[in-house]
């Protein structure tokens, strides 16, 4: 059973810096997708950053050079590193999963809230 789990959230003054973490059973490197949508409140969930098959990466324009994806394979492990917050990137951040048996399957977290206000 895929399991997804965020942790890092938190209040932020702008200009700060978050790091968000997504702990994933079984082993991530079984999806051939994984990364960090958000949404905040009236809005639809948008795609921020993950990692795609042989490890490319895609960011959002809104965070690029701000945001940087990692991971750690033997921790099982996907991170969001957040600088230059800003009030903007207030939302909940949810990590994605997505796998292939015979059909695309998406997983997701419960989320995590990021509020940047000071």
């Known amino acids: 059973q895929v399991q997804l789990e965020e942790s890092g959230g938190g209040l932020v003054q702008p200009g700060g810096s978050l790091r968000l973490s997504c702990a994933a059973s079984?082993?991530?490197?079984?999806?051939?997708?994984i990364g960090w949508y958000r949404q905040a409140p009236g809005n639809q969930r948008e795609l921020v950053a993950r990692f795609t098959s042989g490890d490319n990466t895609y960011y959002a324009d809104s965070v690029k050079g701000r945001f940087t994806i990692s991971r750690d394979n033997a921790k099982n492990t996907v991170y969001l590193h957040m600088n230059s917050l800003k009030p903007e990137d207030t939302a909940v951040y949810y990590c994605n999963a997505q796998s292939y048996v015979g059909s695309v399957m998406d997983y997701w977290g419960q989320g995590t809230q990021v509020t940047v206000s000071s």
């Open positions: 079984p082993s991530i490197v079984s999806f051939f997708a």
